[in-house]
Nanobody, 117 residues
Framework: QVQLVESGGGLVQAGGSLRLSCAAS????????MGWYRQAPGKQRELVAA???????NYADSVKGRFTISRDNAKNTVYLQMTSLKPEDTAVYYC???????????WGKGTLVTVSS
C-alpha cells in the first residue's frame, strides 16, 4: 500500500509564495514520474507541473516562470515552490506519482491553496 501526504497549503495574499511538499511512503519499488495537479471549484483537474525520472520537467503555461517542481528521490518526496501567486491559482493541489516497476499511479488527498486579492 502506498500513501502520499501533501503539506504546505494555506492562505496567502496575491504576490506571495508557498511551498508544497508531498511524501510517498509504503511499498514503493522506485518512482518514475512525480507531479502536481490542481482543481479549482467548478473546473477540471489540470496538470501543474511534472518531473520525470531523468529530471526532465514540464509545466502548465499558466505557471511557467512562477512555479518550480523539484524532487528528493532518497526521500520519495516532491516539492512545488510557488511564487508570484495569483487569485487564479486558488485550487486544491494534488500530488501524484507513477511507480516504476508496474506503472501504478497514486494520488494524494490534496491540499488547499487559497490566494486572496
Amino acid at each position: 500500500q502506498v500513501q502520499l501526504v501533501e503539506s504546505g497549503g494555506g492562505l496567502v495574499q496575491a504576490g506571495g509564495s508557498l511551498r508544497l511538499s508531498c511524501a510517498a511512503s509504503g511499498s514503493i519499488f522506485s518512482i518514475d514520474a512525480m507531479g502536481w495537479y490542481r482543481q479549482a471549484p467548478g473546473k477540471q483537474r489540470e496538470l501543474v507541473a511534472a518531473s520525470a525520472s531523468d529530471s526532465d520537467t514540464n509545466y502548465a503555461d499558466s505557471v511557467k516562470g512562477r512555479f518550480t517542481i523539484s524532487r528528493d528521490n532518497a526521500k520519495n518526496t516532491v516539492y512545488l515552490q510557488m511564487t508570484s501567486l495569483k487569485p487564479e491559482d486558488t485550487a486544491v493541489y494534488y500530488c501524484t506519482i507513477k511507480e516504476d516497476l508496474y506503472g501504478m499511479v497514486y494520488w494524494g488527498k490534496g491540499t488547499l491553496v487559497t490566494v486572496s486579492s
